[in-house]
C-alpha cells in the first residue's frame, strides 16, 4: 500500500533531495566547527562524501507523519545503519553533535515543517547511538583493515588486488564490502571479494578503473605495503543449495561469482553450475585461465565466455590470463542475456547477474523475456542502485 502524501513529511524530504549539495555541505560544516577530529576522518572537500546524505534523510522524512514521530517499520534498517557507521571511527556520543549538525542543515535550506523534520532525524541519531553502542558493547569489531601484498594489471583497464590482514574478515561469499585507503580519508567504496572467507583474512578484488574516476584509479594501483580498511558485509546474493545454478557475470561482476564457485568447492553436495563470463572484448575475459583450471578439477561447473567483439581493440591490454587453452567451452560472441535465453527457460536454477547496471538490465530482461521465473533471478546492478528511494504514493482521491 503506497503513503499518503499529505501525511507525511514528504515536501520536506523533496527539498532535500532537489538541494542535496546545500544540505550536504551546511551539514558538514557545522560537523567540522562542533567535532574537530572530523577534520581528520574526512577531507575537507565533500565532493565524494556523504554523497547521499541528504537523499537518506529525504528517505526517513518521507515516511515520517508530520508530527515528527520516527515510523516503527524504519528502525531495523537505521539500527543497521549505526551499526555500519562505526568503521568512520567516531565514539557513538558523536551523534548528539550529528543531530545538531542536521538540525543547522534543515534551518540552513529553510524546509517546510523544519521543527518535525529536525525531531524525526534527532531520533534517527539517537536509534543509531543506542545500535553503535550495543554492537561495541557485544564485542563486534567496527572495521577490519588489510595490507595490500600485490597489485596485478590484468587488462589496461582492470586490476586485482590481494591483501591480507592476518585474522578472519567476516562475510559471506557473494556479499561486498565498503572500503576505504588512508589516503582517500572518508572515502568508501563497494567491492566484493573474489575469494570466500578464510582464517588469515585473505582477500582478492578485482577493480575496473572508470572514466574520469580518479577515485577508480587510485583504489586500483595501489602499492604492496599500504593499507586498506574495511567495514561491515552487505548484499543478499546466495545459492540455495536445492536447485542447479546459472550465473552470468558481466566484467568484474565475476567476482562474488568466483567467490561462491570456491566457497562450493568446499561443500559435501555439489550442485550443477553454468558460469557465463561476459565482456566486450576477449582480452576483458581476464581471468579465463583461472577459471579454466578451476573446471578442469571440477566436474560439477562449465564455464563459457561471451564477446560481444570477436576481435580485442588496441586500447584492451590482453594479458595471459584471459587465453586458455583448448578445452574449455568454445567462446560465443553476442549478447549474453539473448545467448543464454536462446537455451530455453532456466526455471530449475538459481539465477546470478551481476555487473554494470546497463549489462545486468539487458540480460535479466531477455532471461524473463525467455521464460525464466523472475522470483528465481538475483540481480545485482553496479552503480546503478538507489538505496534510498522515493517512496510509493496513494494521493487523496
Known amino acids: 500500500m503506497g503513503i499518503m502524501e499529505s501525511a507525511t513529511l514528504l515536501d520536506t524530504g523533496t527539498v532535500l533531495r532537489e538541494r542535496s549539495g546545500e544540505f550536504r555541505d551546511a551539514v558538514q560544516q557545522h560537523l567540522y566547527q562542533d567535532v574537530l577530529e572530523a577534520r581528520q576522518v574526512f577531507p575537507i572537500s565533500l565532493r565524494h562524501t556523504h554523497v547521499e546524505l541528504a537523499a537518506a534523510c529525504a528517505w526517513v ?35 548528539q553533535a550529528f543531530a ?34 550495543r554492537a561495541d558493547l557485544e564485542g563486534s569489531a567496527p572495521a577490519y583493515s588489510a595490507e595490500v601484498l600485490g597489485v596485478q594489471r590484468r587488462t589496461r583497464h582492470i586490476s586485482v588486488v590481494r591483501l591480507e590482514a592476518g585474522v578472519p574478515v567476516p562475510y559471506r561469499a557473494g556479499q561486498h564490502l ?6 582517500l580519508p572518508g572515502v568508501w567504496r563497494m567491492f566484493s571479494p573474489a575469494l570466500p572467507p578464510n582464517d588469515f583474512g585473505q582477500l582478492e578484488f578485482h577493480i575496473r578503473i572508470l572514466d574520469n574516476s580518479d ?6 594501483t595501489p602499492k604492496p605495503g599500504d593499507y586498506w580498511l574495511f567495514g561491515n558485509p552487505r548484499g543478499s546474493l546466495q545459492v540455495s543449495g536445492e536447485r542447479d545454478v546459472l550465473m552470468i557475470a558481466h566484467g568484474t561482476g565475476l567476482a562474488p561469482l568466483r567467490a561462491m564457485l ?50 580485442d581493440a588496441w586500447w584492451v591490454g590482453a594479458t595471459e590470463d584471459s587465453r586458455t587453452p583448448r578445452g574449455l567451452h568454445l567462446q560465443e560472441t553476442g549478447r549474453v542475456g539473448e545467448l543464454v535465453a536462446s537455451y530455453g527457460a532456466w526455471a530449475d536454477r538459481d539465477v546470478l547477474v551481476v555487473g554494470d547496471a546497463a549489462g545486468v538490465n539487458d540480460t535479466v530482461a531477455a532471461l524473463i523475456a525467455g521464460g525464466t521465473p523472475p522470483e528465481l533471478i538475483q540481480a545485482e546492478a553496479w552503480e546503478a542502485v538507489d538505496e534510498w528511494p522515493r517512496p510509493q504514493l496513494q494521493h487523496r482521491q
Open 178 to 183: 565498503p572500503v576505504t585507503t588512508s589516503y
Open 262 to 311: 570456491f566457497d562450493i568447492l568446499n561443500w559435501e553436495h555439489r550442485p550443477r553450475v553454468h558460469l557465463f563470463v561476459a565482456a566486450e572484448y576477449p582480452g576483458e575475459l581476464y581471468d579465463l585461465m583461472g577459471l579454466w583450471n578451476l573446471a578442469v578439477v571440477s566436474s560439477w561447473l562449465s564455464v563459457v565466455p561471451v564477446v560481444e567483439h570477436a576481435e
Open 100 to 133: 545538531a549538525a542536521l538540525r543547522h542543515g534543515l534551518h540552513t535550506l529553510q524546509v517546510p515543517a523544519a521543527d518535525a523534520a529536525s525531531r524525526a532525524l534527532e531520533s534517527v541519531c539517537t536509534v543509531m547511538a543506542d545500535a553503535a553502542r
Open 61 to 95: 522524512l518521507e515516511r515520517t507523519p508530520r508530527t515528527g514521530a520516527l515510523p516503527p517499520e524504519l528502525i531495523d534498517r537505521l539500527r543497521q545503519l549505526g551499526r555500519d557507521h562505526r568503521r568512520h571511527g567516531f565514539p557513538a556520543d558523536v551523534y
Open 215 to 220: 577515485i577508480s584509479q587510485l583504489l586500483a
